[in-house]
């Protein structure tokens, strides 16, 4: 494994590297991960395929300088990437919130992949206290964004409304984790007030529902527990063209060990990604 740097205009950006073919895939990992989750992939790489997994900002060994991070600057570490690695064209696989961040992409990249596979994304329409705070209007999020540095009093807030029932266990569990450090909270902060920016599901998933050039391909567990399957089943009906895959036994955690083997050798196979740099 070769593990390299991107210099951005706003910060570094760590990736690893897997493999040395000529046809080109890109992964972005999911929440609190970084890029060497996609490791557990290289036993199933072809010997024509690369795959580089970026360490997202405030993730990894990424040296992020700004509070935020806009889908502009994941565009101009691919171009460094694709100039680098001599390719117009490349596939990406993202997971949870990497695959939020390629639906994400979509407008302004989709006319360059190959292939899109998302993997158990988040950012799908749900219901709860994820739903409400996700969906809060920025303005907001930043002024909430303020206590983050009070996490003893937020940590009490979350362990009261657990006491009350008001909050489930994943959330609270969620909370405390994410706040116990000073790059925790950071990092927390930074994704939180990021993707409000995003573009809306809405508007990728219409854009996406318009093309045909591209394999489009979703993959769940019928056991997540953190996104509920009505989510993934808005998705499917958002873009017809999406092809389903569901592994009965698997719950969020599609690059567990286990759970890999009946989805990742299928993964690859049919890659036609041009390797003509222009």
């Known amino acids: 494994m070769q593990k390299n740097e991107l210099h951005l205009t706003h910060g570094t950006i760590s990736y690893h590297h897997?493999?040395?073919?000529p046809q080109?895939?890109?992964a972005l990992h999911g929440f609190a991960q970084d890029g060497s989750v996609f490791a557990a992939?290289?036993?199933y790489l072809p010997k024509d395929t690369c795959l580089i997994a970026l360490d997202l900002p405030w993730h990894g060994a990424s040296d992020w300088k700004k509070d935020i991070f806009s889908t502009t600057d994941i565009q101009e570490a691919i171009d460094l990437l694709l100039a680098e690695k001599q390719q117009v064209?490349?596939?990406l696989i993202g997971f949870s919130f990497g695959a939020r961040l390629a639906l994400a992409l979509?407008?302004?990249?989709a006319?360059?992949?190959e292939r899109l596979v998302l993997l158990a994304p988040d950012g799908l329409p749900r219901r709860g206290w994820y739903a409400f705070f996700d969906h809060l209007p920025l303005v907001v999020k930043k002024q909430v964004a303020r206590l983050f540095d009070r996490s003893e009093l937020l940590l009490k807030w979350a362990n009261n409304?657990?006491?009350?029932k008001w909050l489930d266990a994943f959330s609270v569990k969620f909370v405390r984790q994410h706040l116990q450090t000073e790059a925790n909270r950071k990092r927390l902060k930074g994704v939180w007030l990021s993707a409000a920016a995003f573009p809306t599901l809405k508007s990728s998933c219409s854009f996406l529902s318009k093309t045909s050039h591209q394999t489009l391909q979703l993959i769940t567990g019928e056991r997540d527990a953190v996104i509920p399957p009505a989510?993934?089943?808005?998705l499917a009906q958002q873009i017809p063209t999406l092809q389903w895959t569901k592994i009965a036994e698997a719950g969020h955690d599609l690059l567990h060990a286990n759970i890999l083997p009946q989805w990742a050798p299928d993964l690859f196979k049919d890659s036609h990604a041009d390797t003509h740099p222009e």
């Open 18 to 21: 897997y493999g040395n073919g």
């Open 24 to 26: 080109l895939w890109l």
């Open 41 to 43: 992939l290289t036993p």
């Open 89 to 91: 064209k490349y596939s």
């Open 106 to 109: 979509t407008r302004e990249e």
């Open 111 to 113: 006319q360059r992949w």
């Open 161 to 164: 409304l657990y006491e009350w």
């Open 231 to 234: 989510s993934f089943a808005y």
